[in-house]
């Protein structure tokens, strides 16, 4: 079955500190890779996808993934938070023609101003 | 244009009472998702729709927990004999695909309350 693991459930940082969440997840075959945000408040929007090609994929408010096939990790980066990116962020993979999003238990985090 | 619709937005409800709770995909989004979001916890995946066939109902919790689609349209997720470990905000979500996904829209979700 798949799943989707994120080691990271909580984080502390402080302003302009350095982002990395992780993300693991157990597939064998082709996959869509997401990571969505939930903002306090707010329904979950997308942050960025992994379909193909260049393993380095870069979405929105200069949040960035890199997608490693041979460690089955998809982890989210961003070199410098903000006190804005405090939020909920989600992990998601759908595994081959499955049909089927599978979430992550979800990284809260939270910044410091 | 329009996003995903779910209503009520809250529920409050006696234990062992049954609750209806909907959701409007976007317009012409094959695929159609619901999600539950107990407190402090991740997303559990409950049931997906493809058109209004179900592949996959394997999140179900249990026989209390049932959901039909009409079409392409609207969803609705009905608990039946409500428990209060049933609390939680259900969240449903569309895509304009099934099988391989390019983008899950989602709802703002139905907070159940059950007391």
């Known amino acids: 079955a798949q799943s989707v693991s994120q080691h990271n459930h909580h984080v502390i940082l402080s302003e302009a500190a350095s982002l990395e969440l992780g993300c693991n997840y157990s597939?064998?075959?082709?996959?869509?890779l997401f990571w969505y945000v939930q903002y306090p408040g707010q329904h979950l929007q997308l942050l960025l996808k992994?379909?193909?090609?260049?393993?380095l994929v870069k979405g929105i408010k200069g949040f960035e993934a890199e997608f490693i096939k041979s460690k089955f990790s998809f982890n989210l980066r961003k070199p410098s938070v903000q006190w804005s990116d405090t939020a909920e962020y989600f992990c998601?993979?759908?595994?081959?023609?499955?049909?089927?999003?599978?979430f992550g238990q979800g990284t809260t985090l939270q910044v410091k101003p | 244009g329009a996003g995903v619709s779910q209503s009520p937005s809250n529920k409050v409800t006696e234990k062992g009472k049954d609750v209806e709770l909907r959701c409007d995909p976007i317009?012409?989004?094959?695929?159609l998702y619901w999600y539950r979001q107990r407190l402090g916890q991740g997303l559990e995946f409950l049931i997906y729709?493809?058109?209004?066939?179900?592949?996959?109902k394997s999140g179900l919790p249990s026989d209390r927990f049932s959901a039909e689609r009409t079409g392409e349209s609207v969803s609705t997720l009905t608990i039946q004999r409500t428990q209060q470990e049933d609390s939680a905000v259900y969240l449903c979500?569309?895509?304009?695909?099934?099988?391989?996904?390019?983008?899950?829209?989602f709802g703002q979700g139905t907070r159940l309350t059950v007391v």
């Open positions: 979500a569309s895509s304009p695909t099934g099988g391989r996904i390019t983008e899950a829209f």
């Open positions: 597939y064998g075959g082709t996959v869509n």
């Open positions: 992994y379909f193909s090609g260049d393993p």
């Open positions: 998601a993979v759908n595994a081959g023609n499955t049909g089927k999003l599978i």
């Open positions: 317009s012409g989004h094959t695929a």
């Open positions: 729709f493809q058109g209004n066939s179900a592949p996959d």
